[in-house]
Structures are given as C-alpha cells and as structure tokens.
C-alpha cells in the first residue's frame, strides 16, 4: 500500500497542501521554542568585556540546598585582596579585580548612561589607547572611542560624571578603543574602588594566564584554592564567564525554560488539532474512492497504512523544510525577548540537535496519530455505505472520543479551581494550561457541541427568507463532522486570542493597581547619579514645604524555613522594600494590621499578614532571613500588614538594606507636601540644589504611575508576541480548513446546478454555512475563553469580568467571522466556475 499512497498523493493536492502547511508551520514553531528551551538550560553568555580572561572568579548567585533552586538577585561579590591569592595559583599570570558601575555623563542628554570600570581591566577586552594617557589620578579618566564620538570628547576635555550619588569633573587623559567598544569608561584602579560604592570589593576577579595552561585544570585548582571560602564563589570558564558580567543571565535566562514550554505546548496543540482536522476533511473526500478499494478486497488495516504512509510522506518533507526556518525564527523569537527585557541581552541563542530531533519527532508523531484517527473511521466504513452518493453520516462519535474529551473537561474544571485559588501573580501560570485543557476538551467533543449549536440555531436559520437557511440547517445536521472539523479552527483561533489578550490586559491592570495603592506621596526624588545618599534624605525632609520623606528601596528577599524538607528547605520569595519608618504611612499605603510601622529600626521586619500565619508567626519573634544579596540575618517582627493576595510586601529598614544591594544607594525618596504647599513651587525647591547636594529629579505620582504603566506594557508585549505567532498560526489553519471544507464539496454544488438551483442560490445557501460554521466556533471559542478568564479575574481582581477594552472581543469576533465567510465564498466562487456537466461527469 506505500506504492499506492506515493501515486496517490498528486491526485488529491489540495487536502494534502493544507496537511502539509499545518505541518510546516506546526514544526516551525516547535523547533523555535525547542531552541529556546535549550538556550534557556545552557544559559550561555559569550564573555565580551573579559574575554581575554580564560578563568573568571565571582559570587555565587545560586541559593544552594532547597526544594527550588532560587537566584540571589544582589550581587554577592569577592573581597578585592583575594586577587593577590589567586595570582599566587600555578598558571596565573596575573588576576585583575574588576568593577563595574554605572556613571552618567552630565554633558548633552545625547550620551546617556555609559558604565565605568577600572583601569586595570582594561587589559581584558582588551582596550588599547589611541590617544592620550592611561588615568594617573584621582581627576582623570578615559573614555571607550564610541562614547566618546557621540559626547564629542578629546583628549584633555572636561567631563562631569555623576556616579554613586555624587556629581564630579574629570579631565580625559586618554581615548581607548576595544573589541567592547560600547559605553565603558576608565578611571585610575583607586578611583573607581572609591565610586563603585564597594572598596574592599570587586564585582569579579578575572585571571590572565601563562601560555599554554589548559582553563579547565586550572579553574580546578583556583577551585581548590578557594576552598573553605565565606563568600560563596563561582569558577567560570567559556561561555559561563559571560555570566560575570552581568548576573541577570543566570537569574532571567531560566524563564525561557517556562516561556519556551508554555509557547511550545500551545503551538504542539494547534498542530495536532489543525492537522487532525485537515486530514479528516481530506478523508471524507475520498470516501468513494476508499469504498472502492475495500468493495474491490482491500482490508481496513490496508487501507490505514495506506493513509498513514501518505501522511508520512507529507509530514517528512514538511519536517525536513521546517529544520531551515526554525532555528532562525528561535533567534528571532530570542531577539525580540531581549529588547522586550524578559531575557538578558547578553544571552546567547544555543540550539543543538535536540530541538531539530524533539521538533521532528512531534510533527512525525502529530502526523501518525492524526492519520490514524482519520483512517479509523474511514476503514471501518462499509463499502456500500461510503459508496452512496449522499446520505447521513452513521458514525460521526466514539466513545473513546467522548471518555477523552469528559477528562479533559474535568480537568480543566480542577485547573479553573486552582487558578481562582490562586495568588494574583500566580494565577497566569496556571490559567494558560487551563486554557489549552479546555481547548482539547471542547475539540474533543467538537461533534456533540457542534450538533448541539446547530439544533439551536436551526430555527432562526430556518426562518430566512429562500431556501438558503433551510438547506444550511439540512446540511449541518447531515455531516456533523464536517462542520465540526471546520468550526474547530475558528474556536482555536477565537478562544487562544481572547484567552491570551485578556489574560495579560488583566494580570497588567492587577500589577497597576497594586502598584497605585502603595503609591501615597505627591512627589517621588531621583538622581541622575545613580540614587541618593541617607544625608540626601535629611535634606529633602529639612525643605520647606515637605511634610513627611521616606526612602524606598526595591528588592527581593527570602523567609526562610526552620522545618528541614527531605529535598532541602523551602524559603518563601518575597518582595522587599527598605524603607525609613519617620514619614512612612504618610508616604505610602502601608498600615501596621498588628504591631507598629514606627518600630522599624534597627533588624527588624514587618511581614504580609498570610506570610506571617502560615509561619506561625507573632509580634516580637525572631524571623530567620535572606537579604537580596544572601546574607542571612535573624530580624525580630514587629509589625504584620494586610494585602491583597499575592501583592503582599515585606518592610525592612532601609539601614539595613543598603549595604546589601548593588548599589549601596537609595533609589527615590517618596515626599508628600504640607498642606497648601504649591507643589510646582516645592518641585522647584527640591530640584533647584546646585552646589549643595547631587543632582536631584522630582516625579509627580501621576508620571511615577504612567511610567510604571509604560513599563509594564514592555513586558506585555512578549505576552502579545507569542500570542501573534500561535493565533496567527490558527488563523492560517482556519483559512486553510475553510478552503478545504468547500473544495471538498465540488460534486454537491454540480448537483444542485444540475437540478436548477443558481450560482446566486449556491453562493447564498454556502454564505448562511459560513455565518454558521462561525457563529458555532465564536461561542465555542468564547465559552473556552470564559471558563479561563472568569476564575482568573476572580483571582487577580476580585471580580469575575476581565480587565480590558471591549475593542478586543469585537475584534477578535469580527475577525474571526469575516475569514470564515470571506474564505468560504471565495472558494465557492472558484468552483462554481467549473461547468456542472463536467464536474459531475469527473
């Protein structure tokens, strides 16, 4: 039978085109998000400033020995007199400490940021001077050759850079030019000790080596050397060291596991759904010829192999095609996280042979498994039936079919539960399997819910003027299937774009009104310098017209467990703030539930009232924790604070907290006026500090809150662009079964010419099917969608409607009903075009 199915596959192009798209789009996609998967494990990030550095030396982000490995979001970072041990390891050329912090160029607002190093590391990029002189003291600097031309610097200009709060002139001695030729610039080793904010130590320590030394044996031997070690050290050699560099590799790259996973099961649904419809429909088509070759002695297991041997084919070539544009749509799909911020850009796309195999293998097994399904049916059809020219289908349901499809809703009904169960931030991460468990539900029972929405809207069908509404209704109640296979795109494209659309336009407006609670003060005090010193603080609260100040410092921090689990101990993430208890419920909505907000002095914490409970904890006891940077510090509770469920922040004071961040700077200072106080006069005021202070910014609430808003919407839009691939890639299915389903029925539209009906007639009776075929998978669709949506509000927003313009849905709806029409009448034309006489006789 393989012979047969390779001669037939040129006598039926059209069904196999639309298998053979949704396998190639379907196989594309997989391997892409294979990719990522892969990237997301190696996380590698090729080292670009300490690339001449075999071996590099830093902190070790990793919070070792629990249940889920979590990432230190601080920088730990090594004493800088360590550097003097390594150099002293056999293979060690020298070891260079190296620093990095960022400075702001205070000259034209063209420059920007740029990041500032020691003079020493210099040597690891490597950077050579092209003019001028390394930095001799403390007034001197050197400036990367690209910065320089775009802030129109030369040697023996002056320069103010603002950095680690202050404001300071510097003359350039020397122009460098690197393979890291980006925003770096370089002062003398003492100076930018002094600057980072870290004296005693360096973010890394970069070792050049002797010729000839092997990096692995001798990232062994440092290993050993720093045995016993109090700081938690990391070794890294190859693609590793880029981690050094910037940390966020190692604390971001791995939410391309979860990202990668989510987009690829959503694509691998797609695929098996289109491709099982699509095949179905090129079954049915063949029903007469298949009836012939089980009337003329061919078996039912022949006839599957033969089915499956041309599905094969289709699904290899398919494959073989997709292993070129996958990978490159993986990087591209890479690319567009990073400038989105939800990946490093530092991260490097690394995909080896496992996604090309995992993305070929699914589609080979989608294919097999789709095609099995469809010969099922076919085979077990007797010969005289399937060879009548028309009549009711017998078997349109199994119920293996229906077993399925009943599990899937029971699990999707567990997963709805959870997900209202859920904290806010979490209820995302479980509605999106939701979602894709509904969707296989209602696909699975696609047929009984078609017939179901089809005896309903019979009756207004029925009551159109002419003969089209009637006969639509005949023919839907005659092949169920069909019109199941053809609503299901529709329900696919409907149901993923407005689960997916509302979902994150819902998890945003719970982000945003979190973030509008806490926010109490009418202004909030930056820098330009990079953040503002504890004497700033003083300041601003000593000007006229404030009423209260408190400083603000994000960050993440960890209560830890004293209940040993098997697999190690389960610290809770929490999210931190350092703050100044003078002025703090004045500045912001945080109110004491129990204990009292003004006892935050000294190592204390106040907790979210659930953390607090669940830990069996009560005002006074002692609290065992982990700051951002991993530093463990026993704090006493002294307050516990109400919050909205999974937006609960822990409060520490700020004292304790800058020393353990990168920058040992407070952020922003939160102010609120005195009563009556013009605020554009107070705004003035605060920023108007030359020569008595860093360069201060002053924010309204309003603009705080919009540039959070703005914020947020960056990250939406990886949520959207995943949401454009996989529903774009329905919406193709959609066109595709469309076209499928009305070629299919070349024969019936003959007929009905033959016996007098018009084109007109035709195009009218097939118009009603298309409004039908999309009104059944609109609601289908819509009814996915609400099951997932309704406990997710409930979840994130306390209430049961979704967060979101109404332009959406319209949208969604309008598109999804205009390609069903537009596709089917299009089609229908084209055929109509064939004379009855000659399609008949064929």
């Given at each position: 039978m393989?012979g047969?199915?390779?001669r ?7 069904g196999?085109?639309a298998s053979?798209l ?7 996609l ?14 590698a990030a090729?080292p670009?400033?300490?690339?001449a550095a075999?071996?590099?030396?830093t902190g ?10 979590l990432v ?9 007199a360590?550097?003097?041990r390594?150099a002293?390891v ?6 260079v ?5 960022p400075?702001?160029l ?7 940021r740029a990041?500032?190093?020691g003079w ?6 490597p950077?050579?001077l ?7 003291g403390a007034g001197q ?13 030369r040697?023996?200009a002056r ?6 709060g202050t404001?300071?002139?510097?003359t350039?001695?020397g ?8 925003d770096?610039?370089f002062?003398?080793?003492t100076e930018?000790a ?8 360096a973010?890394?320590?970069a070792?050049?080596t002797?010729p000839g030394?092997?990096p ?15 700081t938690?050290?990391a070794v890294?050699?190859g693609?590793?060291?880029g ?7 190692l ?12 987009f690829g ?10 491709v ?5 429909l ?6 007469r ?6 009337a003329?002695g061919s078996?039912p297991g022949q006839?599957?192999?033969m089915?499956v041997?041309e599905?094969l ?5 398919a ?5 070129v544009p ?14 989105a911020d939800?990946?490093p850009?530092?991260l490097a796309?690394?995909a080896g042979?496992?996604p090309?195999i995992v993305g070929?293998?699914?589609a ?5 498994c ?7 049916g ?6 005289t039936e399937?060879?009548?020219d028309a009549?009711?289908?017998?078997r ?7 077993v399925?499809?009943?599990l899937?809703l029971?699990g999707g ?6 997900t209202?169960?859920?904290?806010g931030?979490?209820?995302g991460?479980?509605?999106?399997p939701?979602?894709?468990v509904w969707t296989a539900g209602?696909?699975?029972?696609g ?6 929405c089809?005896?309903?809207l019979?009756?207004?069908l ?7 509404g ?8 005659a092949r ?11 329900m696919?494209a409907t ?6 659309a509302?979902l994150?336009t819902?998890?945003?407006?719970g982000?945003?009104?979190a973030f509008d609670?806490?926010l ?6 930056t820098?330009p310098?990079?953040?503002l010193t504890?004497?700033t603080l003083?300041a ?16 993440t921090?960890y209560?830890e467990?004293?209940?040993a689990?098997s ?5 809770t993430e929490?999210?931190?703030r350092?703050?100044t208890?003078e002025?703090?419920?004045r500045?912001?909505s ?7 907000l ?6 204390t914490?106040a ?9 069996d ?5 002692p609290?065992p924790?982990r ?5 463990p510090v026993?704090?006493k509770l ?5 919050a ?5 922040t ?5 004292a304790?907290?800058l020393a ?7 952020p922003?200072?939160m102010?609120?006026?005195a009563?009556?106080?013009d605020?554009?006069?107070?705004t ?11 360069v201060l910014t002053?924010?309204?609430r ?8 703005e914020?947020?919407?960056t990250q939406?839009?990886?949520?959207y ?7 774009g ?7 595709n ?7 299919e029925r ?5 007929l ?18 298309s409004v039908l075929?999309a009104a059944?998978g ?8 609400a099951?997932t949506l309704?406990?997710a509000g409930?979840?994130?927003l306390?209430s049961?409607l979704p967060?979101g ?5 319209g949208t969604v709806l ?29």
């Open positions: 393989t047969l199915a390779l037939t596959l040129r006598f039926h192009k059209g196999f085109i053979f949704a396998l190639f789009l379907g196989a594309v997989v391997i892409a998000c294979g990719g990522l998967l892969e990237t997301g494990i190696h996380q090729p670009q400033r300490l690339a075999p071996v590099v030396v070790d982000q990793r919070y070792h020995d629990t249940v889920e490995e230190f979001p601080e920088r730990i970072r090594p004493a800088a360590l550097a003097d390594l002293k056999p293979g060690v050329r020298a070891a400490p190296d620093v990095s912090f400075v702001t205070d000259r034209t607002a063209a420059t920007g990041t500032g190093h020493s590391s210099a040597a690891l990029a950077y050579r092209t003019g001028g002189a390394p930095p001799a600097v050197v400036v990367g050759a690209a910065l320089a031309d775009r802030a129109g610097l040697v023996g320069v103010d850079l603002l950095a680690h404001a300071k002139r510097y350039v001695s122009i460098a030019r690197g393979t890291d030729d980006g770096a610039l002062l003398s080793d930018a002094r600057v980072s904010g870290h004296p005693r130590h973010d890394s320590i070792l050049l002797t030394t092997d692995g044996a001798l990232a062994r031997d440092v290993r050993g050397a720093l045995a016993g070690s109090a938690p050290l890294l050699t693609d590793a060291r981690r050094a560099e910037d940390p966020a590799v604390a971001d790259g791995g939410d391309l596991i979860p990202l990668a996973a989510a099961g959503l694509a691998v649904l797609v695929t098996v759904f289109v099982a419809g699509t095949l179905g090129s079954i049915r088509r063949r029903e010829e298949l009836a012939l070759l089980r003329v078996t006839l599957r192999r089915i041997a599905t084919v289709l699904a290899a070539v494959t073989a095609l997709a292993c996958g990978p490159r749509a993986g990087r591209w799909l890479l690319t567009a996280f990073a400038d939800v990946v850009g530092s796309y690394r042979q496992v090309l070929i293998g699914t080979l097994l989608t294919a097999v789709a095609a099995l399904v469809a010969a099922h076919a085979a077990r059809t007797r010969p399937a060879l009548a009549g009711p289908q017998r349109w349901f199994s119920a293996a079919r229906t399925l499809g009943v899937c029971a009904t567990a997963l709805a539960l959870g209202a169960r859920s904290a931030p979490d209820a991460g479980v509605a999106t939701a979602a894709l209602f696909g699975l029972l047929p009984v819910l078609a017939r179901a089809t005896a309903l019979s009756r207004p029925g009551a159109l003027p002419g003969l089209a009637q006969l639509a209704a005949a023919n839907a109640r169920t299937s069909r019109l199941a296979a053809a609503v299901m795109p529709v696919l149901g993923l774009a407005l689960t997916l509302y994150q819902t998890q945003s407006a982000a945003e009104r609670e806490s109490r003060a009418d202004l909030v005090v820098s310098s990079g953040g504890p004497g003083a601003v609260r000593a000007t006229s017209g404030v009423a209260a100040a408190t400083a603000q410092i994000p960050g921090g209560l467990s004293d209940r689990r697999a190690g101990p389960r610290p929490l999210a931190l350092g703050v208890a002025g703090l419920e500045t912001t945080y109110r004491a539930a129990t204990g009292s003004g006892a935050l002095l000294g190592r914490v907790l979210p009232t659930a953390d607090a409970e669940a830990r904890l009560r005002i006074g006891d609290v924790f700051l951002g940077d991993g530093s026993t704090l002294v307050a516990t604070l109400d909205r469920r999974g937006y609960g822990a409060l520490v004071p700020a304790l907290m353990h961040t990168d920058s040992g700077l407070i922003q200072i102010v609120t006026a009563e009556n106080t605020r554009a006069a107070l003035a005021a605060l920023t108007d500090r030359s020569g008595s202070g860093p002053v924010t309204s309003d603009a705080v809150a919009a540039a959070y808003s914020q947020d919407d939406a839009w990886m949520a662009l995943v949401l454009a691939a996989v529903v890639y329905a919406v193709i299915a959609l066109v079964t469309q076209i499928l389903a009305t070629t070349r024969r019936e539209f003959a009905q010419r033959l016996i007098g009906a018009t084109r007109g007639q035709v195009l009218r009776m097939t118009a009603v099917e075929t059944v609109i609601a289908l669709g819509t009814l996915v969608a099951c309704v406990p409930l979840s994130i306390g049961a967060s313009s109404p332009l959406i849905l309008a598109a999804a009903l205009g390609l069903t029409v537009s596709a089917t009448l299009l089609t229908t034309g084209a055929v109509l075009r064939t004379r009855p006489g000659d399609e008949a006789a064929a």
